[in-house]
């Protein structure tokens, strides 16, 4: 294992190893195939993998499917998908708790005949009346005076599906005044007469979380059942069905960490089927979603999301983290990575009007910190375009850029200063009249004796390529945001018109670029094409939230 600070997790594993307790270890990421995963998820997957890999076990990836009117095959592709782009492999042991549904019926009955369940026929409404409240004890259900062989009879004709749904359902017999509620006799098993996606129509009888979780867990081998801290009462029940059924060791144990929780978005499939499914954002994999393909139609790295997962660490009390620290780390990554190029989002022309010809300025794609090799060469001409923004014809203090007194550097190139402002009918700027400083240029000893406080991005007017970009803020105005009401109305901004040097589309150096001054941006892997070309905003170069 890499020599970093070691979690509480992987203390209980290695003293696991070392007691001899297990003799490799077995940790699965269990989710249920309901929607796209999210970034709690990749945390969920960095621990479950991580620790298998650290301590040369396994991991399995298995569907926890055990909820017929919610799953979905495209949902498990994407799990898949998210795992695989994660960088973790699986090999062999892709599971599903369906194919399991045979062996858990068997312990099922099992505990029918051993006393410790019972087919009760109260209401939903009643049986949650009779749960009590955490001061008050509960009350056993009449039914649970069943013989073990009306049990069984009703507990086959369930699976029969020879009942309603809500007509019955099978608990276990522990104990009605227990302190955790969640001893109080829980659910085992309901009917639902519904379609599986890979069960098919052969059960009318699924299984509880509770109950198909430490099965599938045990069936499996796995050694540290590793869930978050909502299941801490879980455990008990856990623990009592592995016990009750007095399986042969070695059986798992269940660890709970706290959930990833992140400012400004919602973390549940559900909030986030609602945002899909109401069409409030495009898809599943909208870049401003925090799902996995979100983040990665976005232009985040696996690598920027799994070293966030690992900075932020294993906490064992619940916490929200700072969606600034994600960006951090997906800035730190490309800082290192990717080529320096000039995009222009709002075009402003400039003639230069002591420049004829044109010429190539040979410029590099990587900053002198950044160990990568690489050039291209931007046209250079008399007909330019700059950002609107860096022109001020009355600047206000502390403005560094272009105005009618104050020159710029072209970046790359040649120092230049305003001449005329042309403006139209209404009095908007429609392009500077400027001269350029033939010694001033980038790269070449600046004889020109001209001092800039600043450098700016500019494109070359022929050749420049038009595109599109997509500006993504915020999704949620709110730091906590509850729903649909929360949605930040602005976190999309679509430019059509931006111009880009030509070598980011002709030459193809990557697919995620720092256009200077403005941020980090990745071809759109769905809608980009050499005809459209497009852009994702992935982040801007410093945190500008919140000021
Ligand atoms: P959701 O409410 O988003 O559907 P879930 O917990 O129901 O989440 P599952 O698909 O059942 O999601 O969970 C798969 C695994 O991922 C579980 O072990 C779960 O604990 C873990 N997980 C889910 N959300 C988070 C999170 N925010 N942080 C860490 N782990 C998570
Ligand atoms: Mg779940
Ligand atoms: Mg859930």
């Known amino acids: 294992m890499k020599n970093k600070k070691k979690d509480f997790l992987r203390t209980i594993v290695e003293n696991d190893l ?8 077995v940790t699965r990421f269990p989710p249920e195939p309901n929607g796209f995963p999210h970034i709690g998820h990749a945390k969920s997957i960095s621990i479950n993998f991580g620790i298998a890999r650290d301590y040369n076990g396994h991991c399995n990836l298995r569907m926890d499917d055990t909820n017929p009117t919610k799953e979905d095959t495209k949902y498990v592709e994407a799990l ?3 795992v695989r782009w994660l960088g973790f492999d699986w090999g062999e042991n892709l599971y599903f708790t369906s194919d399991y549904f045979s062996q858990i019926y068997d312990y099922a ?11 009760d026929s109260l209401s939903e409404d009643k049986i949650r009346e009779y749960r009590g409240t955490v001061t008050q004890p509960g009350k056993r259900s009449k039914y649970a005076n069943r013989s073990v062989e009306e049990n069984l009879d009703l507990f086959e004709r369930m699976k029969k599906g020879e009942f309603k749904d809500g007509e019955h359902v099978l608990r276990a017999k522990i104990d009605m005044g227990a302190a955790n509620m969640k ?11 519904a379609h ?5 129509d052969a059960w009318s009888i699924y299984p509880m979380y509770d109950f198909a979780h430490c099965l599938s867990d045990y069936i499996e081998g796995v050694t540290h059942s590793i869930c978050t801290l909502e299941f801490e009462n879980n455990r008990d029940i856990y623990d009592w069905v592995l016990d009750t059924l007095a399986l042969k060791p070695p059986r798992p144990y269940q660890y709970e960490f706290a959930r990833l929780n992140i400012n400004y978005t919602v973390m549940s499939k559900r909030k986030l089927l609602e945002l899909v499914e109401g069409g409030y954002v ?7 979603l925090p799902t996995i393909a979100g983040y990665r139609r976005r232009g985040y790295t696996p690598e920027s999301i799994l070293n966030f997962c690992e900075q932020i660490g294993i906490a064992k009390a619940n916490s929200v983290v700072d969606v600034a620290q994600l960006e951090f780390s997906i800035r730190d990554d490309l800082n290192t990575k990717v080529p320096r190029v000039m995009c222009v989002m709002d075009p402003l022309k400039v003639t230069i009007v002591n420049y004829e010809g044109s010429e190539e300025i040979e410029a590099p794609y990587y900053p002198h910190d950044v160990p990568k090799e690489g050039s291209r060469k931007i046209p250079f001409s008399k007909e330019l375009y700059i950002e609107r923004a860096d022109f001020e014809e009355n600047p206000p203090k502390g403005y560094f850029r272009l105005t009618p007194k104050q020159p710029v550097r072209l970046r790359h190139g040649y120092i230049i200063t305003c001449k005329e402002i042309i403006k139209d009918a209404n009095g908007n700027i429609v392009e500077i009249k400027a001269q350029y400083y033939p010694d001033s240029k980038s790269g070449t000893k600046d004889t020109s004796g001209i001092k800039v406080k600043s450098a700016i991005q500019w494109v070359s007017a022929a050749e420049a390529k038009k595109v599109e970009i997509r500006l993504y803020d915020r999704l949620f105005k709110t730091e906590a945001p509850e729903g649909i009401e929360d949605l930040n109305p602005n976190s999309l901004q679509i430019i059509k018109n931006a111009l880009i040097e030509p070598a980011v589309i002709l030459e193809k150096p990557d697919e995620r670029f720092q256009f200077e001054r403005q941020g980090y941006f990745y071809t759109d892997p769905v809608d980009y094409s050499d005809a459209h070309p497009v852009f994702n905003k992935i982040v801007g170069l410093k945190d500008s939230w919140a000021k």
Not at 183 to 193: A, F, G, K, T
Not at 282 to 288: E, M, S
């Open 282 to 288: 495009n898809g599943w994999d909208d870049p401003r």
């Open 18 to 25: 070392k007691s001899g307790k297990y003799k490799e270890i």
């Open 109 to 119: 009955v099992q505990l029918i005949k051993m006393g410790k369940a019972y087919v």
């Open 80 to 82: 898949e998908d998210a």
């Open 196 to 200: 599986h996606f890979r069960a098919g």
């Open 183 to 193: 001893m109080r006799d829980p659910l085992l098993y309901r009917i639902r007469h």
